[in-house]
């Protein structure tokens, strides 16, 4: 093997590993999504909270995961109800949950206030907040 041959192959190693880190950083980059992927509303969701379904919001802590519609619904430890949306600022997941007074993404961590406002830098980013109305046993999800 003559020299040249050994700098023709560090210099194709130091380029591979340049690519390499670009590609990671591309793709770590397009990963980190915000709730700018997060579909509106179409209009407003309403509960009625004497059905069985929602029996999780009678008690101050709990919550429901609406799937089809990419909304969690919680009871605050106030009795107040609050609704964000299911997808996760910090990279897209739908895996929000509600734990200790706080919405929690189960995916990394990310946690969020009741108003939707991070907590953590996974949650800088903060959560689509939707206001709440109660009249009697139902609970309006009010789409804008």
């Given at each position: 093997?003559?020299?040249?041959e050994?700098?023709?192959?560090?210099?194709?190693?130091?380029?591979?590993?340049?690519?390499?880190?670009?590609?990671?950083a591309?793709?770590?980059?397009?990963s980190?999504?915000?709730?700018?992927?997060?579909?509106?509303?179409?209009?407003?969701?309403?509960?009625?909270?004497?059905?069985?379904?929602?029996?999780?919001l009678?008690?101050?802590?709990?919550?429901?995961v609406?799937?089809?519609?990419?909304?969690?619904?919680?009871?605050?430890?106030?009795?107040?109800?609050?609704?964000?949306?299911?997808?996760?600022?910090?990279?897209g997941?739908?895996?929000?949950?509600?734990?200790?007074s706080?919405?929690?993404?189960?995916?990394?961590?990310?946690?969020?206030?009741?108003?939707?406002?991070?907590?953590?830098s996974?949650?800088?980013?903060?959560l689509?907040?939707?206001?709440?109305?109660?009249?009697?046993?139902?609970?309006?999800?009010k789409?804008?």
């Amino acid at each position: 093997m003559t020299q040249n041959e050994k700098i023709k192959r560090n210099e194709f190693l130091k380029k591979l590993g340049f690519t390499g880190a670009s590609l990671f950083a591309l793709y770590t980059l397009d990963s980190c999504q915000n709730e700018s992927n997060v579909a509106p509303l179409t209009g407003d969701i309403t509960l009625d909270l004497t059905n069985s379904q929602y029996s999780a919001l009678q008690k101050n802590g709990g919550y429901v995961v609406l799937s089809s519609q990419s909304v969690v619904v919680a009871r605050t430890n106030t009795g107040a109800y609050a609704a964000v949306t299911l997808i996760c600022s910090h990279e897209g997941q739908r895996q929000i949950t509600y734990r200790t007074s706080e919405f929690y993404c189960t995916a990394h961590g990310a946690r969020y206030d009741n108003n939707g406002v991070g907590l953590n830098s996974d949650g800088k980013k903060g959560l689509k907040v939707y206001q709440t109305v109660l009249s009697g046993n139902t609970l309006t999800i009010k789409a804008s």
